[in-house]
């Protein structure tokens, strides 16, 4: 168990929905990251947030949006869901400096 | 600009047989590199890190900043060994990580 934990595990949906994933990282670490790994495409970086603050952004795309809020929980969401959306979605944590610690993953399929 | 290289997609090898998972790396600083572990698409587990130079699980990795590269290494596969590995590079400057494409490794019985 790695302390990061990830909601809902698993989340099928219809295509142009919105979805809300949620992350609670890892006691002590401030440090959340968001990744998207798709069958094809491996693991693709999306966003870094740090103390509330977006600290780097990647292949985030416009219909997506993330948050940190004070007590340093993380929600992706989704929005204008499409086919090409449905992958494994997780999320890591770190404190300032380190190695990342992953949650289990939210899988989500859209239809 | 930083940058994570994994040559290799697909890796098979025989039980009992060496593996060597390639990483190569570009970055104009000092940085860390890991090695992480994913078991059929479950959650990426830290496998080493370059600073701790400890051996799990059998494997090791050296860095080797002549050749900027942080290759996987364990002398004798065992079917447990089959998951993806992805090599990876913290960046000094706000904790940033650069993942390679990965490699799965499948050793076979």
């Known amino acids: 168990d790695s302390g990061v934990t990830q909601t809902p595990k698993h989340l099928i949906t219809a295509t142009g929905q919105r979805v809300t994933l949620r992350c609670s990282p890892r006691s002590g670490d401030l440090s959340v990251y968001w990744y998207q790994q798709s069958l094809d495409q491996g693991l693709q970086f999306l966003i870094q947030?740090?103390?509330?603050?977006?600290?780097a952004k990647g292949n985030i795309l416009e219909r997506f949006s993330a948050q940190q809020f004070p007590d340093l929980h993380s929600e992706l969401n989704l929005s204008s869901l499409e086919l090409g959306d449905s992958a494994l979605y997780f999320c890591a944590s770190s404190i300032n400096t380190g190695p990342l610690h992953f949650g289990n993953g939210t899988r989500l399929t859209v239809t | 600009a930083q940058r994570v290289t994994q040559p290799e997609k697909l890796l098979s090898v025989f039980k009992g047989a060496p593996v060597e998972l390639k990483c190569n790396y570009s970055?104009?600083?000092?940085?860390?590199l890991f090695w992480y572990v994913q078991y059929s698409r479950q959650r990426l587990q830290l496998l080493l890190r370059?600073?701790s130079r400890e051996s799990i699980k059998g494997f090791t990795a050296d860095l080797n900043k002549g050749e900027t590269s942080f290759h996987l290494k364990k002398p004798f596969a065992q079917e447990e060994d089959s998951a993806m590995y992805y090599c990876a590079l913290s960046a000094n400057t706000g904790n940033q990580f650069y993942f390679g494409t990965g490699t799965s490794l499948t050793v076979i019985p």
């Open positions: 947030y740090y103390n509330g603050e977006e600290r």
């Open positions: 970055y104009s600083g000092s940085p860390e």
């Open positions: 370059h600073i």
